[in-house]
């Protein structure tokens, strides 16, 4: 299955060189080589040989660099796959090369990628920065509303597509969460490597910070003081200081790992998963610690039945403040919490409650959304239809509303 993504129609836009990032299995590769138009093709390995894709054959770091100057020389594109593992010489040589034709270097390692972009880097402003991160609920929920899929089915299997290496797993014919627990089962390994890769030229010590606060955040610690002081009650950090994680929250922002969001009318920002394969392996590993022990698939599925309603929340919610361009945050009160208030130039747009797998109170909802002074109050539920068609202040909805 080919999901096409939103992506590839700003890039071929790009006239100048390119750079893409992002962590392992996002689907970096599969986008240049099967949407982008280019002339030659190189992949590095790990040991920093060069493989051309054109003809599977293995080159020199010397034949390379000629191959580069002379096909840019004659206007053509030219692909360097995971070039970071050439070094700082491949560098330097990018800052001495006339900028004919067009290079697209491809990353997946935050070090490298933050290198290129610092003030001192000698290649700064050379390329255009393109981030890939999972795709987008948009392209899959695009994709698969082709298919004969209930709508439940159709927003869950949507979410669990948004991370590429779940395609393979994709069976239209089987309950999305038990295809979310077979690739947990089948992956857990594989799930914390996508995201230690991209910190392979840090040292082990910061690494683990890093693997910390997603645990943290996995975990339900979502603000910085509760991350500092989870990191430090695993001697993670030395002291319980909430300022000492902020460049590393930074950083895996950029990477497109977490993101952050605001609640409103406080200073108080919230920390979030982006992936939800990530942020289910996470959860299950700090709740039932699914890393160290066999587990069944029907206990998989049980954790996957906890934690996805709350995946749903953060997915949906994301996706209205994007399709209407609002600004998306939480809203917090003493007395109710509401799963979105989505701004517009700051002020309360639309007040979103999200409820799945949940015993709707539809007053109770009402009430809680009356709270906020927003000019729409939705509620997104499964399947619309099964609500009354009376009177109300507040607009039901469904995925079938979404797309």
């Known amino acids: 299955m080919i999901i096409e993504r939103s992506e590839v129609a700003d890039i071929k836009k790009i006239k100048k060189w390119i750079l893409i990032f992002g962590r392992r299995k996002t689907g970096k590769t599969f986008l240049v080589e099967n949407f982008l138009t280019y002339d030659e093709y190189f992949f590095v390995k790990r040991d920093r040989s060069i493989i051309s894709k054109k003809d599977r054959k293995e080159i020199a770091y010397d034949t390379l660099i000629a191959l580069i100057e002379r096909e840019l020389a004659n ?40 290198k290129m972009f610092s003030s001192k880097s000698p290649i700064l402003g050379f390329f255009a920065e393109v981030p890939i991160p999972i795709i987008s609920l948009k392209d899959t929920l695009n994709h698969l509303k082709k298919h004969k899929i209930n709508k439940k089915q159709l927003l869950e299997l949507s979410i669990f597509l948004r991370e590429p290496l779940a395609i393979e797993y994709f069976n239209q014919n089987e309950d999305p969460r038990k295809s979310i627990a077979n690739v947990i089962m089948h992956s857990i390994n594989t799930v914390p490597a996508l995201i230690g890769e991209i910190f392979i030229e840090e040292e082990r010590s910061i690494s683990a910070i890093y693997e910390g606060i997603l645990r943290a955040i996995a975990n339900g610690k979502t603000v910085s003081g509760e991350i500092s002081s989870y990191l430090f009650s695993r001697k993670l950090l030395k002291k319980d200081d909430p300022s000492v994680v902020q460049q590393y929250l930074r950083n895996l922002m950029e990477f497109g790992i977490i993101k952050r969001i605001k609640v409103y009318g406080k200073n108080k920002l919230v920390y979030k998963h982006v992936s939800p394969l990530s942020r289910i392996y996470y959860y299950a590993d700090e709740k039932y610690n699914i890393s160290e022990r066999k587990i069944s698939v029907k206990e998989m599925e049980r954790i996957i039945n906890e934690i996805l309603p709350r995946i749903v929340e953060d997915n949906v919610r994301e996706f209205i403040s994007e399709k209407y361009g609002f600004e998306e945050t939480l809203f917090e009160a003493k007395d109710c919490e509401v799963d979105g208030c989505l701004l517009k130039f700051k002020k309360p747009e639309i007040a979103l409650e999200i409820k799945w797998g949940k015993k709707i109170d539809i007053q109770m909802v009402e009430d809680n959304l009356k709270k906020i002074k927003a000019k729409k109050k939705l509620l997104f539920v499964p399947e619309k239809k099964e609500f009354k068609t009376i009177k109300r202040e507040i607009d039901i909805i469904d995925v079938f509303d979404l797309i």
Not at 86 to 110: A, H, P, V, W
């Open 75 to 114: 206007r053509k594109t030219i692909v360097i796959d995971e070039f970071h593992r050439l070094g700082d010489t491949f560098l330097d040589f990018i800052q001495y090369t006339k900028k004919n034709g067009k290079l697209i270097l491809i990353s997946s390692t935050l070090f490298l990628s933050k």
